[in-house]
């Protein structure tokens, strides 16, 4: 790892977010599954992943969506299934999905988070739409030591 680096590939399928102290699983679920998921479907997947005890853990979950937002970096431009790009690290591999499921839900709605747009928002969680969703688990490596936080999400406006 060289000094400074943000994110580190654990050679495992994961890569350590060493600011937020999050891990994250390398590959999505579409590019691990080659097809989308729902709501229902991300669960699983995280299920699964918990059963098999992926990287030697087994609490992974579906991220909130303050921490997709601090995973979005508009200077990133890697590029998702259809070669557009998805303002997210290179560490992650080319190929992935766009929409990620948040694990916060309200009733028949869940929060989504597009890394082509660097928004949030609510969605049913049984709908159309869910046809081009995919889910990116993570879990908490240890308590994230941000500096000078400006907000809810870790980021100042500018950053």
Known sequence: MAEG???????????????????????????????????????????????????????WRLPKSQECRNLYDHDSKNYDFNDDIVHIDYKFPEGCGFTYWCIEDNGINAMAYNFYSDRGYLIRKSTKEAANMSCRPVRTAGKASVQGRTSATGRSRRE
Do not use: I, P
């Open 5 to 59: 680096e943000r994110f580190v590939d654990n050679g495992d399928g994961t890569v350590t977010d060493t600011k937020y102290k999050l891990m994250w699983l390398k590959v999505d679920s579409y590019q691990k599954r080659g097809k989308w998921c729902s709501w229902k479907g991300a669960h699983k997947f995280v299920a699964r992943l918990n059963e098999k005890k992926l990287g030697g853990h087994e609490d």
